[in-house]
Nanobody, 119 residues
């Protein structure tokens, strides 16, 4: 069973930075897309950023220019560098991995890590 383990969450003041890491239990090369999602209290889970195995990235408009997603194939990690954090970035952040098999798409989730932006 594939496991995704997130780390790096915490409490930070507005304008601060945090780096989230997601470590996969299997080679990250297996996954076509790695992503970060977030869910704030009372809201639906939303996409934050994705990165393909080819290194192509995609960001939700609200984090463009502030967040950077990357993947390290040697360490089997997908990281999310978050700068200039705002209070509205407060949420539980989830790592996501997608493997597109020949006949079926497999999606995996981490357990989530809390990010709180507060003064």
């Amino acid at each position: 069973q594939v496991q995704l383990v997130e780390s790096g969450g915490g409490v930070v003041q507005p304008g601060g930075s945090l780096k989230l890491s997601c470590t996969t239990s299997e080679s990250i090369l297996r996954f076509n897309v790695m992503g970060w999602y977030r869910q704030a209290p009372g809201k639906q889970r939303e996409l934050v950023a994705t990165i393909t195995s080819a290194g192509n990235t995609n960001y939700v408009d609200g984090v463009k220019g502030r967040f950077t997603i990357s993947r390290d194939n040697a360490r089997n990690t997908a990281d999310l560098q978050m700068n200039s954090l705002k209070t509205e970035d407060t949420a539980v952040y989830y790592c996501n991995a997608v493997y597109q098999g020949r006949f079926q798409r497999y999606t995996y989730w981490g357990q989530g890590t809390q990010v709180t932006v507060s003064s």
